[in-house]
């Protein structure tokens, strides 16, 4: 299964299906990729609340190119942690908004992929691989109890991106990402008076690095 094939399938239908075969992406599969991919983006904004970042092609199509190595090295286990880094293309670290939401559109489901191979051990290099970026993701890892490594305050410097974190932290009642100040008070803003309905215990859940 091609790349284009792949975001097709996993947008549309949330399946993962790929070949579990390493090959190298062709020109021509990450060209007719990128218009996907924007599509995608010009969709999931309509849910975005305020404006949402600006699309950045580079992004999107490097953390389609991981998710899509990823979900084969779930499947297969045909890696060492010697080879592991030679297997991943490259993801670069966020420096901007729309690095942040543009990777999101695929990365958003690492924690699904995570789920997906909890057969593996703590110690397996792909399981400690893809807790780390999940950690250098924040704003795609959300639900996972892993406490940010870095981009948070990309997140929280963004009005957008802010609403939509506080939005999935609420959701997957992740009380680990509410050790940020700025994020703690998205979190209660938009709980509102309906913490003991959407948050049952939020008032009364210690948060780590906040508490006395």
């Given amino acids: 299964m091609n790349l284009s094939v792949f975001i097709t399938t996993l947008v549309r ?5 790929v070949a579990t075969g390493m090959h190298a992406f062709s020109r021509e599969e990450l060209a007719e990729s990128v218009p996907l991919l924007q599509n995608y983006y010009q969709h999931d904004i309509a849910d975005m609340p305020d404006i949402a970042p600006e699309f950045a092609a580079h992004s999107a199509l490097q953390a389609a190119q991981y ?39 695929c990365l958003r489901y690492l924690p699904d992929l995570i789920s997906l191979a909890k057969g593996l051990p703590a110690t397996d290099p ?12 924040p704003f795609s890892s959300t639900g996972m109890n892993i406490l940010p490594l870095e981009g948070v305050g990309i997140i929280t410097g963004h009005p957008s991106l802010l609403q939509a974190y506080a939005d999935r932290i609420i959701a997957s ?32 859940a210690p948060t780590p690095g906040l508490s006395a």
Avoid at 13 to 17: A, D, G, I, L
Avoid at 126 to 137: C, D, N, S, T, V
């Fill in 67 to 105: 998710i899509y190595r990823i979900a084969s090295l779930t499947q297969s286990r045909q890696y060492s942690a010697a080879t592991l880094r030679d297997l991943l293309p490259i993801l670069s670290s966020a420096t901007g908004p729309a690095d942040i939401y543009s990777a999101d559109l």
């Fill in 173 to 204: 009642k992740d009380i680990q990402r509410c050790d940020d100040p700025q994020v703690m008070a998205a979190v209660t803003a938009s709980l509102g008076n309906y913490a003991d309905l959407l948050w049952p215990g939020f008032n009364t």
């Fill in 126 to 137: 792909l399981m400690i691989h893809m807790k780390e970026m999940a950690a250098r993701w």
């Fill in 13 to 17: 239908e949330n399946q993962v299906t």
